[in-house]
């Protein structure tokens, strides 16, 4: 199994940033595409940005400009520079794999446990 940890979450000023990591661990074979999805109160979970294992990123409309995706494949691990930040970015944060844990295994699909980012004045 793939266990995914998230930290970098928290509260920040409008116009402020953070930086979130998701780590993955466990019986990891490969990882293809990774991303980060969001789910404010009331809304529907949306995808924030995503990143294949080739670094081809993909953003959605409200983040373009602001927020960054990266990962590092050595270490299994995925980034999201946040800057600019606006109360409308407030949301439980989620990070999203699609991981192998052996050659022969079909793609699984993983889900970190959230974190929250709350941006107020």
């Known amino acids: 199994q793939v266990q995914l940890v998230e930290s970098g979450g928290g509260s920040v000023q409008p116009g402020g940033s953070l930086r979130l990591s998701c780590v993955a661990s466990g019986n990891i074979f490969s990882i293809s595409l990774m991303g980060w999805h969001r789910q404010a109160p009331g809304k529907q979970r949306e995808l924030v940005a995503s990143?294949?294992?080739?670094?081809?990123?993909n953003y959605a409309d409200s983040v373009k400009g602001r927020f960054t995706i990266s990962r590092d494949n050595a270490k299994n691990t995925m980034y999201l520079q946040m800057n600019s930040l606006k109360p409308e970015d407030t949301a439980v944060y989620y990070c999203?794999?699609?991981?192998?844990?052996?050659?022969?295994?079909?793609?699984?699909?993983?889900w970190g446990q959230g974190t929250q980012v709350t941006v107020s004045s």
């Open positions: 999203n794999v699609d991981a192998y844990t052996s050659a022969l295994d079909r793609v699984s699909n993983y």
């Open positions: 990143i294949t294992s080739g670094g081809s990123t």
